[in-house]
C-alpha cells in the first residue's frame, strides 16, 4: 500500500479489517472444501459415487457453516485494527484508535493527536495485517487436498498395474481356517505322590500342584501356542517328523507339542493362526490341588508300651 493511497482515518481502519475478514474467511472455506474433498474420496474407496459425493457435500456444508459461525464470533473490526497499529508502530503513541472518531467530536488536544497520528501513518503506510492463522488454514487445505487426490487416484492405479491384456483373472485360493484334527494330554504327577501318569483327551484337567502337563495337537495352524488366565504363553513345537521343513503340504496337520508345570490353579486357551485367520477356543480348566500335608502311621510298638526293668531295652518300630 502507498503513502499516496493511503488515508489515516476511520474508514480506511474499517477497509482493512473488512479485507483481514475476507482472507480468514476464504481460508476457513478452503479448508471446509478441501475436507469435504477427502471425505468423498475416502467413501469411494469403500462405497459408491452417489454415496460419496453426499458424504462430501454434507461435510463440506457442515465446516462451511461452522467457519462462518466462527467467523461472526470473533469478527476483527476497525478497532482491532487500531489497537494493532498500537501495538506494533510505535510512532502512533497508542492513539490509533482516535482515527475512528470524527475530528469534529473530538477535544481539541486530541484532535491535534489525531491529526498527528494520520500524519505518521500516511507518511509511512503500515504493512498488510499479517494473518498466520489464514497461512495455517491454507496450508493444511493443501495437505487435505493432496491427500484426497492419492487417495482417489491410488484404487484406480492399483487395479491398472501389472494388467496383462488377454490374460486371465487369477483365481482366489480360499484360505483353510485353522483348526485341531485331535488332541491328546498327557499329566504326569510328581513321584512321591505314587499317582499314574495318565493320557486323556478332555481338555478339561484335573490334577495335583507340581505335575508336568503336556499338550500333544495336531492342526494346521502355524504356531499354536497356549494362553493361560495367568498370562503365561506356551509355545507348541512342531514335531521334527512330518512337519513342514519335510516338504508335506501346509494343508495337512502336525503335531505340535507343549508342556506347563501345574502349580495352581487356571483357565487356558488354545490360539491357532494361519494365513492371517485366528481360532480362539473356549477357556478350559487346569485344576491344580494341593498336595495333603505328610502323615506318619506308627504300627509298631503300640500305643503306651511299657519296657520292663531288666528286661529288652531294643524295641522295633514298624510304621
Known sequence: MSAARFTADGATLDRLAAAYRRRRLWSMLALAMASGLLVA????????????????LVTALVSIGAAV??????P????????HFNRTIPAVEESADLLLVHPDDLPLLDALERRRVASVLSRDPPPALPDRRARELLAVA????????????????????????????RARVPSVAPAIDR??????????????TREQT???????AGATVSWQISTNATAPRIVTSAGDTIRLIADTIGSRASGASSDLPHTFTGTLRAEHPVLYQVVLER?????????????????????????????????VPGGELRVGVEV
Do not use: C, K, M, Q
Open 275 to 307: 494365513s492371517g485367520l485366528r481360532s480362539v477356543s473356549d477357556f478350559h480348566r487346569l485344576g491344580a490341588a494341593a498336595d495333603a500335608a505328610p502323615s506318619v502311621v506308627i504300627i509298631a510298638p503300640r500305643e503306651r508300651t511299657e519296657l
Open 183 to 196: 488332541a491328546r494330554i498327557t499329566i504326569a504327577a510328581p513321584s512321591y505322590t505314587g499317582i499314574a
Open 41 to 56: 474420496a475416502v467413501y469411494r474407496t469403500a462405497g459408491t459415487g452417489r454415496t460419496a459425493v453426499a458424504a462430501g
Open 142 to 169: 493443501g495437505a487435505l487436498t493432496v491427500l484426497a487426490i492419492v487417495i482417489a487416484v491410488a484404487p484406480a492405479r492399483h487395479s491398472t498395474a501389472g494388467a496383462v491384456i488377454g490374460a486371465a483373472p
Open 202 to 208: 478332555d481338555w478339561d484337567i484335573e490334577t495335583v
Open 76 to 83: 476483527v473490526t476497525g478497532l482491532t485494527v487500531a489497537r
Open 69 to 74: 459461525l466462527l467467523a461472526r464470533r470473533n
